[in-house]
T-cell receptor, first 112, second 112 residues
Framework: DAGVTQSPTHLIKTRGQHVTLRCSPI?????VSWYQQVLGQGPQFIFQ???????GRGNFPDRFSARQFPNYSSELNVNALLLGDSALYLC???????????FGQGTRLTVV | QQQVKQSPQSLIVQKGGISIINCAYE??????FPWYQQFPGKGPALLIA?????SEKKEGRFTISFNKSAKQFSLHIMDSQPGDSATYFC???????????FGTGTRLTIIP
C-alpha cells in the first residue's frame, strides 16, 4: 500500500520567491494536515483540511496558504519566502480528524 | 495550556535495557496521545497511540502508560536495540483541537 507521498523531496529557493509543495494522502484518507519542522524541534501545525474544508490553522503568517482538492490531495503555498522558512515541511493524512495520522517523508525547503 | 512537555531531552541506554520517555500535558480536552519515531531526514513514523479509556497499551516491545489524573503518559521501549536509536516525539490532540501538538523530542541512543 502506498503511504503519504510528498513532492518534491528537496527544494532550494531564493528569498522573495514563492513555493508550492504537494501531498497525496493514503487512499481512503480524507484529512490532510501540514506541519513545519525546524531542525532540532518538534513539528509545528500549519493547516488541517478535511473533506476539502479548512478545519484549523496554526500560528503562521498569511504568506502561508493551502487547499485540498476533490481527490483529497493537497498543496501548501508559501509566498515571499524568508530565510526563516527553511525547514522540513511534513504532510500527514488521517481517515478523519483526531485519528491516527501518518506522515510523508517531507519536503526539505532551503531558502537562500 | 496547549503545551506538551517531554523529558528527557536526550537519553543513552545500553542494549537490552529499558528506555523510558515521559510527557505531560495541561489541556484536559486532549483525548488522543500518539508516539512518533523519527530518523534523520525522514518523516515521523507512528509507533503506538492511546486514548484515555485505558491506562496501558502494549505493541511488541513498545508500551504506553497513561495516567489521566496526573495528565502524564510515557513510552517504554523494552529490550532496546541499536536500531531504536532515533528521536522520539510524544503528541496530543482532542475533539475541537484536532491538530497534533508535539513535545520537544527525545534523542535516544542505544549503545552496545
Amino acid at each position: 500500500d502506498a503511504g503519504v507521498t510528498q513532492s518534491p523531496t528537496h527544494l532550494i529557493k531564493t528569498r522573495g520567491q514563492h513555493v508550492t509543495l504537494r501531498c497525496s494522502p493514503i487512499s481512503g484518507h480524507k484529512s490532510v494536515s501540514w506541519y513545519q519542522q525546524v531542525l532540532g524541534q518538534g513539528p509545528q501545525f500549519i493547516f488541517q483540511y478535511y473533506e476539502k474544508e479548512e478545519r484549523g490553522r496554526g500560528n503562521f503568517p498569511d504568506r502561508f496558504s493551502a487547499r485540498q482538492f476533490p481527490n483529497y490531495s493537497s498543496e501548501l503555498n508559501v509566498n515571499a519566502l524568508l530565510l526563516g522558512d527553511s525547514a522540513l515541511y511534513l504532510c500527514a493524512s488521517s481517515p478523519e480528524p483526531n485519528t491516527e495520522a501518518f506522515f510523508g517523508q517531507g519536503t526539505r525547503l532551503t531558502v537562500v | 495550556q496547549q503545551q506538551v512537555k517531554q523529558s528527557p531531552q536526550s537519553l543513552i541506554v545500553q542494549k537490552g535495557g529499558i528506555s523510558i520517555i515521559n510527557c505531560a500535558y495541561e489541556n484536559t480536552a486532549f483525548d488522543y496521545f500518539p508516539w512518533y519515531q523519527q530518523f534523520p531526514g525522514k518523516g515521523p513514523a507512528l509507533l503506538i497511540a492511546i486514548r484515555p479509556d485505558v491506562s496501558e497499551k502494549k505493541e511488541g516491545r513498545f508500551t504506553i502508560s497513561f495516567n489521566k489524573s496526573a495528565k502524564q503518559f510515557s513510552l517504554h521501549i523494552m529490550d532496546s536495540q541499536p536500531g531504536d536509536s532515533a528521536t522520539y516525539f510524544c503528541a496530543a490532540s482532542g475533539f475541537g483541537n484536532e491538530k497534533l501538538t508535539f513535545g520537544t523530542g527525545t534523542r535516544l541512543t542505544i549503545i552496545p
